[in-house]
C-alpha cells in the first residue's frame, strides 16, 4: 500500500508519537522512511532586529536542536528496523517544506503529529498541520 513514509518531527513529545506511529506503520509495510526536521524561517528575521550576536547564538541553538532531533529519530528507526533517511529543512514555512519534499521524494504518505511546539495553537488543530491537510495531494496521517 505505502512504500515509502515521510514523517515530520519537531522533537516535541507528541511528534515522537507520530514518528514511533509511523515507524510501526513503515515495519508492518516494509516501507522506507525520510525523517525530516523544518526549521522556521520567521524566526530567523525576528532576530535580525537583536544582531549579529543574538543571530549567531540562535543558529547555534537550531543546529544543535536539529541535531538531537534527527539523532534521536535515526536511532529510533534503527532500533525499528526500518530504512530511513533524515533531513533537515532550514528556513522554511513547515507546511510548505513538508508537502515539498514529501513530492520531491516520491512519498505516497506524510505521517504526523496534530500539533507541535507552537504555544497557544496546540490547543486546537496545529496550523502546520491544517495547512498540509489542505494542500498535499497524497494522504496524510495525523497522529493525536
Known amino acids: 500500500m505505502y512504500s515509502h513514509i515521510l514523517i ?3 522533537g516535541s513529545d507528541l511528534s515522537r508519537k507520530g514518528l514511533d506511529h509511523g515507524l510501526k506503520l513503515a515495519k508492518q509495510l516494509g516501507a522506507r522512511v525520510t525523517i525530516i526536521t523544518v526549521t522556521d524561517m520567521w ?3 525576528v532576530l535580525a532586529e537583536a544582531g549579529p550576536a543574538t543571530i549567531a547564538d540562535y543558529e547555534a541553538s ?4 536539529v541535531k538531537e532531533v534527527l539523532e534521536e529519530a535515526a536511532r529510533f528507526a534503527t532500533e525499528s528496523g526500518v530504512a530511513y533517511e533524515t533531513r533537515h529543512i532550514p528556513n522554511r514555512y513547515p507546511a ?3 508537502v515539498e519534499t514529501a513530492q520531491k521524494a516520491a512519498c505516497d504518505l506524510i505521517v504526523m503529529a496534530s500539533h507541535g511546539r507552537r504555544g497557544f495553537r496546540k490547543m486546537l488543530l496545529g496550523s502546520q498541520t491544517n495547512e498540509v491537510l489542505t494542500t498535499s495531494t497524497m494522504p496524510v496521517l495525523v497522529v493525536k
Do not use: G, Y
Request: aromatic share 0%.
Open 8 to 10: 515530520a518531527t519537531d
Open 43 to 45: 524566526a530567523a528575521s
Open 62 to 65: 537550531q543546529q544543535v536542536m
Open 96 to 98: 510548505d517544506a513538508i
